[in-house]
Structures are given as structure tokens and as C-alpha cells.
């Protein structure tokens, strides 16, 4: 026995030598088990870069969401009388289908589906991701065992259809390790989506067999990044001026599509852009209707506005002759012949009454005094059948029709040859700034938003000089005529205080099969093409309306003139460019707070008439909002970021867009809900932030706001004014 225990003894002996030695049991490396065992990462989600307008108003960003999760093992429950399971599956099922896009059946499946072992919880897919907070609370109410929810990152989308084929959308895509990533699946969201998209993190760490961080481990952390902010031309006010007007239009005419762009003719800066049919990026509601942007990829016949370059063509090489006359009603080319818009014309009238008519044998005549060749070569410098290079995709070239003769009259007054809008505003910018032709783009900069830097910056792009400054005066001057003349065809386009000058367009619609237009009432594109104000124009303005539904009675302007005229006046007074009995807004600089002490400069800006806002314990300023020398309207609000613990503040009446500041500079987990302004907060102001807990602000709309409010029964009325 002594032997046979011993030799066991020796062998045991001999194995634990081997183990310690080699580190190795049956292959397997113990060493590198135990560290897979008890070594933990825990990822660091990046956040996907903000898409800002020129004045720093958010268009996209990340934002709170909730992801719906269903415990349904019922060893999660160890106190029956709280359970942490779902204990009635089909009344949780009837309950949810309120909430989530699937219906009754299908969730009760899911709920009750088998497996080996069995799930230990379920999710909903799609239905049961980025559900906002107001759903969250609903469902909450309810109080459904097993049911709870995981806070997670979506796209948000503050402003709606804003703009929606120009900027697109992002939506989560499930990756092969089964996590999701937000991803650019349309326009500038897709175009800039390496720029956007940030690199997630991680923290490594060693933790006992509950999961814990082990006491005197190190643990390694990997800080995200987050992506870059692009900063676009964009103005949001105007961009809103657009939307509203196009809606408006849209109610009221049913047309079958509309687009309209906005741009700085000194720049090339796109100020706004937008079309309908349109979808809201947040739903992907009206997505199946069209993908496209219509401004850069779509081509049409311009129509009348092509008669702008003609004449422009006319002037600058000297084949401009307004009171010499001919003969208007029609122009026979071999065996073709065009006629005027009347079909009679006006009889033998001067080549300026010609134009002011926007007679097609005008432009006729026009071509067959400074010939073909030099025309084109104008049509070419203007750029058409090129493309602008607008940092956007897909851009569209359309086609400049030039080999047959009859090809070459019709173009002069925009038929046959195609153009899409973005050349058309191209082209315009060089009668606006005195031959200069400016580059059209939208992307301003790109931000890495971890170190500031500026990664990417666009400057304006001369595309070349087709015409003389003298020659685009001239023009600006004829078409200032055409708003103003007793033969003006855009008298409707006038603005009060404002001198306009542009041109109308009735362009017809070929048919998608065969040769041929469509013929009908009002079966045309509607457009106009102006700039305000004349002499020295700062806005350019392109709008286009196809097939609006409407009575005989009705002229094709009116849509059109309804968007430019309330986009124009709006944008020209919100610019404060040349308007009449300007009441100056009292205006306050801000200083430079950068390393100054937080409550001397509290009391100075507030006998400024600003509102100081404090982020942190005081001190000395490491941060500030807006930047220094930035002049503010009185009562404005100045962020002042020092260190220490953020002592929250009231929120009430506070905008989105300081909601959004706050929320960047404080890095306070703000779950914005809402636009408008601030009536609600999860939190009270003075609550000093301890932890991560999500703070809930609601916002609404003073329209909301007046809906919803009355007035206490005890209390005596409001004074009426």
C-alpha cells in the first residue's frame, strides 16, 4: 500500500511540476484561459458628428433612445410578489401592439418562442428600437413584469423635412457580431459618412467570476471618437422661410412636384434647398415617392429662364439691339416653324418690348443675328451641359442639343436642350456679380469635433467670367423691366421696397414614350429665376412647380410667384438688406471670457443686459458660448463652462438651440423631447449632477404652448391689448 500510495503521490507530484512548468493542460494554455475568463471590455459607443447650418443650429445629431426588452425566463423572478418576468404573455402581447409596429400574434410568438436552452429574453427587431421617451413613459404606465428598456443612440432629426433629400438620413445597420452600427444611407448623410462615423472605444479590466472590477487591477481604456461636425451654408430661417412657403403651395395646388433654391450670389453659398414630393428622415414617411434631389440630379427644359443667357449672350458681344424691331407671331426655320406664347405675337415691336413679352421669335431673331457659334460658346461659358462640381452626388449634366439648326433656336428660349436647377443658379450668379460666375456649394467645413480642428474648408470659387461686369448690368436692368414694364410678363413678382429683376418660364413636359409634349391646362413647369435687389443683387432665387392643379382662371405664376415673393421679403428683411423704416436692434458684443473669473464676469454681462449661465463650480472661464467679439440681441444668453460639479439650471423657456449649447458644453446626459421651447424638466433647476442618470427636457411649440394652456378659474383675465 505504501508503494502503490507513494508511486499515486510521486505521479500527482509530477504532474503539478508539468503544469507549473509549461502552463499547458491537454493543449489548452492556462494562462490564456484564465485571462479570457476573467478579463472584461466594455465598449465606449463614439458618437456619430453633427450636421450644424452656418450659424450653428443642429439639423442632425445623436440623441437618447430606447431599445424594448422582454425577460421571459422565469428563474429571472425571486420574489413572486415582484416578479422580473413576463407572467402573462398575452396581455403583455395586447398591451405592446399599441406601442410597436408588429401586431398581436406576432409579439405573443415572440414572447412564448422556444429554444435550448430557453431565452432568457427577447427583442421586438426594428419595432422595438428607437422608441422615444413619451412611448417609453406609455408603456411604463402599464407596469408589464419582464418588460424594460435599454437607453441606446439614434438619429435625430430636430427640424423635420428640412431640407430632406439634401441632407438624408442615417438608420442603424445590424453588423456581423450582432451589434448596430448608424449608418449614411441617403444625401449628405451618405456622401460624408466616413467623416460622420466616430471610432468607438473600449475599457479592458480584470473582474472576479461576478463580473466585477477585481480590487488593485488595472484596467486599459481606449477613449472614443467621436465623428466630425460638417457645417453647412445653409441659414436655417431661410431654409424655413422655403419650407413653409412650399408647403403652403403644396396644400394648396397639389402640384406633381416643386423644387426651389436660395443662394448667395457673391459666394456661391446655398442658403436654402428643398422639393416636393419631400419625406420627414426621422419616419422615412414619403421616402418611396422619389430619392433623388431634384436640384442637382434631375434635369428639365428651363424654358424661358434660358432666355436670361440669351440676351446676356446678345449683349456681350455686341448683338444687342433693344429698339431695333421685327416681326413677332412666328419664326419659319426650313420646314419648322415656332411660334410666341400667344401665337399671334404683338405685331412689329422692338427686341426689349420682345423680351419683356418673353417672345420665343425674339430670341429667334436674336440667334440669327449673332450666330449660332458664338451663341453656343456663351451657353458653354455659362456651363450648361457641365457639371457645377457642387460638392453633392450625382450630379446631373444635362444636354445642350446642337445638331440640327432647329435645335439651336429652340434653346435659346429653352426647349429641346435640358439643364438642372443648381446650373441654372450657376449661371445666374454671374449676371448677379457683375460676370463673375460663382461656384455653387453646401458643405462650409468639416470639424474634427475631439480636437476643433478644421479638417476641410471651402472657399469660394470664381468658375470664370462669361460676360462682362458692364454687360450684367445691362441685363439686370432688362430684367429688372420685366417685373416693372406695362409688358412685363413677372409684374406679379414684384415686391414692395424691393426692386426685382429675373425671368419667368413656362416650359412644356415631353412625354416618357414617343416624341412629343404634353398639351393641356396647366400640363407645364412653371418657374421663375430672379435676384433682389437689382442693382446690386444679394439673393438669387431659382422655383420651379410642375403641373399644379388649378383652374383656367388661374395663371401658372401664381404658385410660383407665391413661394419667391414670400421667400424673397421674409429673407431680404431677416438679412436686414436695404429695407425700408429699419427699426436698429439693440446689439451687445461679448467679451472675451477665456480665463477670467466666472462671477465678475456674471455681473458685467448682466449690466449688459445678457444672460451669464455658469456651467460648473465658477472660477476661472475654460470655455465660452457664443465666442468672443460675437455681437448678441439684449437678453441673449451667454455660456460661461468652468470646472467642478454642473448645478443644473432652470430650463424653462429656454430655445432648442441653447438646449442643444447646454448640452455640449455641460456633457450632461440631456434627453431633448420636443421643439419649441423648454415647459418641462425631469430634474429641478439647483440639482447638482452626481451620476449619468438621463435628465428629460420637453420642449413645444408656442402654438402648442397656446393650445394647451388656460387660465386658472380663480384668477382675473390677462389685460387685452
Known amino acids: 500500500m505504501f508503494c502503490?500510495?507513494?508511486?499515486?503521490?510521486?505521479?500527482?507530484?509530477?504532474?503539478?511540476?508539468?503544469?507549473?512548468s509549461t502552463?499547458?493542460?491537454?493543449?489548452h494554455n492556462l494562462q490564456?484561459?484564465?485571462?479570457n475568463k476573467y478579463a472584461r471590455e466594455t465598449i465606449l459607443t463614439a458618437e456619430r458628428g453633427r450636421i450644424l447650418d452656418r450659424n450653428d443650429n443642429v439639423i442632425a445629431e445623436d440623441t437618447l433612445s430606447y431599445r424594448l426588452i422582454a425577460v421571459v425566463r422565469e428563474s429571472a423572478t425571486t420574489d413572486p410578489e415582484n416578479p422580473r418576468h413576463v407572467v402573462d404573455a398575452r396581455e403583455t402581447a395586447r398591451i405592446l401592439k399599441q406601442y410597436i409596429g408588429w401586431d398581436e400574434e406576432k409579439i405573443y410568438a415572440q414572447l412564448t418562442k422556444d429554444g435550448d436552452p430557453p431565452p432568457y429574453q427577447v427583442e421586438f427587431g426594428s419595432a422595438g428600437r428607437n422608441i422615444s421617451h413619451d412611448v417609453k413613459e406609455a408603456i411604463e404606465e402599464h407596469r408589464l413584469p419582464g418588460i424594460i428598456f435599454v437607453s441606446e443612440k439614434k438619429r435625430y432629426y430636430p427640424n423635420g423635412s428640412f431640407a430632406a433629400h439634401l441632407i438624408g438620413y442615417a438608420a442603424k445597420d445590424e453588423q456581423k457580431d450582432g451589434t448596430f452600427k448608424?449608418?449614411?444611407?441617403?444625401?449628405l448623410e451618405k456622401t460624408y459618412n466616413e467623416e460622420?462615423?466616430?471610432?468607438?472605444?473600449k475599457i479592458v479590466y480584470d473582474s472576479?467570476?461576478?463580473?466585477?472590477?477585481l480590487a488593485n487591477s488595472e484596467k486599459t481604456i481606449q477613449p472614443a471618437k467621436d465623428g466630425s461636425d460638417v457645417y453647412l451654408t445653409l441659414d436655417k430661417t431661410i431654409q424655413n422661410f422655403v419650407e413653409d412657403a412650399m408647403n403652403r403651395v403644396d396644400e394648396q395646388y397639389n402640384p406633381e412636384s416643386m423644387v426651389a433654391v436660395v443662394a448667395n450670389p457673391k459666394t456661391g453659398e446655398i442658403l436654402a434647398m428643398t422639393e416636393r414630393p419631400t419625406f420627414d428622415p426621422d419616419t422615412r414617411i414619403g421616402l418611396d415617392t422619389n430619392w433623388l434631389n431634384d436640384v442637382v440630379e434631375e434635369v428639365l427644359?428651363?424654358?424661358?429662364?434660358?432666355?436670361i443667357f440669351t440676351l446676356a449672350a446678345a449683349v456681350d458681344s455686341g448683338n444687342w439691339h433693344p429698339n431695333a424691331t421685327f416681326q413677332s407671331g412666328s419664326y419659319t426655320l426650313y420646314d419648322r416653324t415656332i411660334r410666341d406664347h400667344n401665337s399671334v405675337g404683338w405685331g412689329n415691336i422692338t427686341y426689349l418690348k420682345g423680351f419683356q413679352h418673353s417672345s420665343n421669335t425674339a430670341m429667334a431673331h436674336m440667334l440669327n443675328i449673332m450666330g449660332s457659334e458664338t451663341y453656343l460658346e456663351y451657353v458653354n461659358r455659362f456651363g450648361f451641359g457641365q457639371k457645377t462640381g457642387i460638392n453633392l452626388p450625382n450630379e446631373a449634366t444635362g444636354t445642350i442639343l446642337t445638331k440640327n439648326p432647329i435645335d439651336r433656336v429652340t434653346t435659346t428660349y429653352g426647349q429641346g436642350s435640358t439643364v438642372t436647377p443648381i446650373q441654372l443658379i450657376q449661371a445666374m450668379t454671374a449676371i448677379a456679380n457683375d460676370g463673375k460666375m460663382m461656384q455653387p456649394y453646401v458643405v462650409d467645413k468639416i470639424v474634427d469635433s475631439n480636437t476643433g480642428e478644421v479638417t476641410y474648408n471651402q472657399e469660394p470659387v470664381v468658375k470664370g467670367e462669361p460676360i462682362s461686369a458692364e454687360t450684367a448690368k445691362q441685363v439686370r436692368e432688362v430684367l429688372a423691366s420685366t417685373v416693372t414694364s406695362e409688358d412685363g410678363t413677372a409684374k406679379r413678382y414684384a415686391i414692395e421696397g424691393y426692386e426685382v429683376a429675373g425671368k419667368t418660364g413656362t416650359a412644356q413636359i415631353p412625354k416618357e414614350q414617343g416624341t412629343g409634349y404634353y398639351w393641356g391646362n396647366h400640363q407645364y413647369i412653371y418657374s421663375f429665376l430672379g435676384m433682389v435687389p437689382a442693382d446690386d443683387p444679394q439673393l438669387i432665387m431659382y422655383v420651379a412647380v410642375k403641373r399644379p392643379q388649378m383652374s383656367n382662371s388661374i395663371s401658372g405664376a401664381e404658385p410660383v410667384s407665391q413661394i419667391f415673393n414670400s421667400v424673397m421679403e421674409n429673407s431680404l428683411k431677416y438679412l436686414n438688406i436695404n429695407p425700408d423704416n429699419t427699426v436698429e436692434a439693440q446689439m451687445v458684443a461679448v467679451p472675451n471670457a477665456i480665463e477670467q473669473n466666472a462671477e465678475t464676469l456674471q455681473l458685467q454681462l448682466s449690466n449688459d443686459g445678457l444672460t451669464p449661465i455658469i456651467i460648473g463650480e465658477g472660477g476661472t472661464v475654460i470655455d465660452q458660448y457664443p465666442k468672443a467679439d460675437t455681437p448678441l440681441l439684449k437678453g441673449s444668453i451667454v455660456f460661461l463652462k468652468t470646472e467642478g460639479a454642473v448645478t443644473l439650471p432652470s430650463f424653462t423657456g429656454w430655445s432648442l438651440r441653447n438646449m442643444l449649447v447646454y448640452k455640449t458644453m455641460s456633457n450632461v446626459p440631456?434627453?431633448?423631447?420636443g421643439e419649441g421651447y423648454v415647459y418641462n424638466q425631469s430634474a429641478s433647476a439647483n440639482t447638482i449632477i452626481v451620476d449619468s442618470s438621463p435628465i428629460v427636457v420637453k420642449l413645444r411649440t408656442p402654438k402648442e404652448s397656446y393650445t394647451v394652456q388656460e387660465l386658472p378659474v380663480e384668477e382675473e383675465p390677462l389685460p387685452q391689448d
Do not use: H, N
Open 301 to 307: 427644359e428651363p424654358g424661358s429662364t434660358m432666355k
Open 182 to 187: 448608424t449608418v449614411g444611407r441617403m444625401g
Open 4 to 20: 502503490i500510495y507513494g508511486g499515486l503521490f510521486f505521479l500527482l507530484f509530477c504532474r503539478f511540476f508539468y503544469i507549473q
Open 208 to 213: 472576479d467570476v461576478f463580473g466585477y472590477l
Open 32 to 35: 490564456a484561459e484564465a485571462a
Open 23 to 27: 502552463g499547458e493542460v491537454l493543449g
Open 196 to 201: 460622420l462615423t466616430g471610432e468607438d472605444g
Open 670 to 673: 440631456i434627453e431633448i423631447v
